[in-house]
């Protein structure tokens, strides 16, 4: 069943002169001043042995492309819609509309159910549920027949399904006690016969879904939402018409209302985190091995906890001497003291014996090293340590470099802090401040492709550890709907290696880009549609490394969702936030942070000094705003590729958490073996590991210079970032740079920023300084 949305005439013309579309019938109206003729009579277009072309891109009860295999009955009706830059009620896709719908024609709904009963008369296999709507088979992108439609008239004459009231009452008590799981309703609406993938989350096909089932079956109570009363009608509906598949349903619903009985993680409160003496079931029959741990430290710091569960006293050794404790323990009691006088650079070992009394247990935490500020130290201050790189960026800044902001870190110390040049120079138009702004060290940047490792990929690595995430299994494991075209066989992996064969880039954000018009989006639920299921693969999988944004598009959609949140709250709140870090964040601007406090990016907006044009560019200067493209205007400023904003200081105890294995004093994310996973070497090309990029004995000399370990890692972004972890050196630098905030040289076609000229914006050359200072004064002091 579908309405034609224009007149009789009109019909007549797009379903039989042009060709594009057709149907078997079409029902008429009264009172249509397009209609000639004196009595309403049902026309036959297509013989119904034939197919006609109404039903489009379709599915209903596991059959698609229904044009195939079903009998298009057109009826005149005309909606008065208005487009609308909303997804509002009864919209869909990026044909958004708002629609009233009138009251259908009495004459032509008789008209109507005296054809669909000599139908279903010569076809009997049609049962009760495959007389449908076109909103039903194609809910992503149709509303008719529409609200007004008179489904349950036809069903009182025998023709399509309804509910039994009695039924539909009993599971609304039901439900108003205790709803399904959203899961598990996509999984019910799939089993009457809607083309819906499980997610397990409120995505916009199932919101479109409701409002289509809502339309046929519950039109006085249309609102997309999964509540008590819409999903009594289907419960209701799956009861009459699919028994079978309702117990399966109703089976999955009994177990989700159990209590959740499996263990919930929960992350270590340091590096050690453990019950002493171990657990006879953990016990090694080599005895020597009990009861021992390893952990991190630098040379006089770090401390120790215990919790006394039940002992009185124990006898705890770090590296090989015996702490001096309390004399007797007190159950229950938590006992802190100074490591600073056992403590050496690297590993260290803790051992403990002789808990007592026999069987009683204490609970041992070890924090992960924090941060300590030495750059400021005059002492340090007269070595006049990294003078080389001072003068390097110093004289680029004289010579129009912008400005930078530099960390280094060794052996848990920040040896180098300091900002060079400005933050802004430029005013809107490209006119010369008179006053320029100046860096600071707490100036914030757009950290660009830097995001991918410090927000992705931080939450992948926690998901894996939690047991929430296997990066060896498919990513339609995790997103069903990314099905069709091959996607079924990429693994999350090969988006972490970039080995799935997409190209490097799709430019939603403008019509002109490569694949066309209708990847065109400046909406987030679009875009993230395009890449579930339109973007195409450039090669075949794991031919080559190419270095892609829409990989890591994807894994930050697989963060949000596994988390059940929107990247930015997740990575925000289970991460940053534990860290007490209050200036990294997605959307600065939204929450909280001022222009000023942010170095500024391209100065005529993202128009490349006016070479380009799109719908709503920015040509004002950016500041505070993600400068890519992709990720501002497309994704709304949060994408698993870009958007991140932080400090030097910030993204420093990131580093350190990753030169820790994996935590920062009490906070544990992941474990040294996960870290290991993710930075270790690609099989195809080395200088990939699993999101990071790697030295890999100098093949990527530009970023890491020539000094830095095999093992090195960290990655560079766009606007002027650069990373570099170094575990063999306990050695960790940020260089974070607003190159791209100057001019623009050549011509419309070849053109290049001034700031990427310049050796600070090339990063190797920095880095290849500091490494030397750091190697030749080996004690780091």
């Not at 002169?17 to 109206?29: A, T």
């Not at 019910?188 to 397990?200: C, D, K, R, V």
């Not at 430019?507 to 639920?525: A, I, P, R, V």
């Not at 579930?532 to 697989?558: A, E, Q, W």
Request: charged share 25%.
């Amino acid at each position: 069943m579908h309405y034609t949305a224009i007149n009789y005439q009109q019909s007549v013309k797009a379903l039989v002169e042009n060709g594009g579309v057709s149907s078997h019938y079409l029902v008429p109206e009264s009172l249509d001043d397009s209609y000639d003729f004196s009595d309403l009579t049902v026309y036959r277009l297509v013989d119904e042995q034939d197919r006609a072309w109404h039903a489009g891109a379709s599915y209903w009860q596991g059959r698609r492309d229904l044009n195939d295999h079903s009998i298009g009955i057109e009826i005149v009706n005309i909606p008065e819609c208005t487009r609308t830059e909303n997804i509002a009620l009864l919209s869909r896709g990026s044909d958004s509309k708002n629609c009233v719908f009138p009251d259908y024609d009495p004459k032509q709904i008789q008209l109507l159910i005296e054809l669909s009963k000599d139908i279903l008369a010569r076809n009997p296999d049609i049962g009760p549920t495959q007389v449908i709507g076109h909103a039903d088979i194609a809910p992503t992108r149709k509303t008719d027949p529409g609200p007004r439609f008179p489904w349950y008239q036809l069903y009182k004459a025998g023709i399509g399904a309804w509910y039994e009231k009695s039924d539909m009452d009993e599971y609304w008590q039901i439900f108003q006690r205790d709803l399904p799981n959203i899961g598990l309703v996509q999984k019910a609406l799939n089993s009457y016969g809607y083309g819906i993938t499980e997610t397990g989350i409120l995505d916009q096909q199932t919101i479109d879904t409701l409002f289509a089932f809502q339309m046929h079956f519950l039109p006085w109570h249309i609102n997309g939402k999964a509540d008590e009363k819409t999903l009594a009608a289907l419960f209701a509906l799956l009861k009459k018409y699919k028994p079978k598949k309702l117990d399966t349903v109703w089976q999955r619903y009994q177990k989700e209302r159990q209590p959740d009985v499996r263990p919930v993680y929960l992350a270590k409160r340091g590096q050690i985190d453990r019950v002493f003496p171990d657990a006879e079931e953990n016990r090694s029959t080599r005895e020597l091995v009990n009861d021992r741990a390893v952990f991190k430290a630098y040379k006089g710091r770090g401390e120790i906890i215990i919790d006394s569960i039940s002992a009185v006293s124990a006898d705890i050794f770090i590296n090989g001497q015996k702490l001096s404790i309390a004399n007797e323990m007190l159950a229950g009691h938590r006992y802190q003291y100074s490591l600073s006088r056992r403590t050496k650079n690297g590993d260290n070992t803790l051992r403990v014996e002789n808990v007592m009394p026999e069987g009683a247990e204490i609970n041992i935490i070890i924090p992960y090293p924090k941060l300590m500020d030495e750059s400021d130290d005059k002492d340090v201050k007269k070595l006049k340590r990294f003078s080389l790189v001072d003068k390097l960026i110093n004289d680029d800044i004289e010579q129009g470099f912008p400005g930078a902001a530099l960390l280094v870190i060794k052996d848990g110390n920040i040896i180098k802090n300091e900002a060079y040049g400005y933050a802004r120079k430029f005013a809107d138009g490209g006119e010369p401040l008179a006053q320029p702004i100046k860096m600071e060290k707490n100036t914030l940047f757009d950290i660009a492709s830097n995001t991918k490792m410090f927000a992705t990929n931080f939450a992948l690595m926690k998901l894996v550890e939690e047991g929430r995430l296997d990066v060896t299994k498919p990513m339609s494991f995790y997103l069903p709907d990314y099905d069709g075209g091959g996607r079924e066989s990429r693994l999350v992996k090969d988006f972490l290696t970039h080995t799935t064969g997409y190209d490097s880039q799709v430019q939603f954000f403008t019509k002109e880009n490569k694949l066309g018009e209708s990847f065109y989006s400046q909406d987030d639920s679009k875009t993230k549609q395009l890449i579930l299921h339109k973007v195409p693969f450039d090669v075949g999988r794991n031919i080559k490394h190419v270095y892609s944004d829409t990989n890591f598009m994807l894994l930050g959609m697989l963060v949000e969702r596994i988390s059940g949140q929107a990247l930015d709250a997740y990575v925000e709140q289970h991460i940053y936030q534990q860290l007490n870090l209050s200036n990294t964040m997605f959307n600065p601007l939204t929450k909280g942070k001022y222009k000023q406090q942010f170095a500024a990016t391209e100065i005529h907006g993202t128009t490349r000094g006016g070479r380009i044009d799109f719908n709503n560019v920015r040509e004002y200067v950016l500041q505070g705003e993600v400068h890519d493209e992709k990720a501002f205007h497309s994704f709304n400023g949060v994408a698993g590729h870009a958007g991140l904003f932080s400090t030097t200081y910030e993204i420093a105890v990131l580093m350190q958490t990753l030169l820790n294995g994996g935590g920062y004093d009490d906070k544990h994310f992941f474990s040294q073996s996960i870290l290991d996973q993710f930075t270790k070497p690609d099989d195809g090309n080395g200088s990939f590991g699993l999101g990071w990029r790697r030295n890999n004995n100098g093949m990527l000399k530009w970023h890491f210079g020539p000094y830095a370990s095999p093992l090195a890692y960290g990655h560079t972004g766009w606007t002027g970032t650069v990373t570099v972890i170094d575990p063999e050196h306990d050695l960790a630098i940020v260089l974070l740079t607003n190159a791209r905030h100057s001019m623009i040289e050549g011509d419309d076609k070849h053109y290049s920023f001034k700031g990427k000229q310049f050796e600070t914006g090339k990063y190797g050359s920095i880095i290849s300084l500091i490494y030397e200072e750091v190697i030749n004064n080996s004690s780091g002091n």
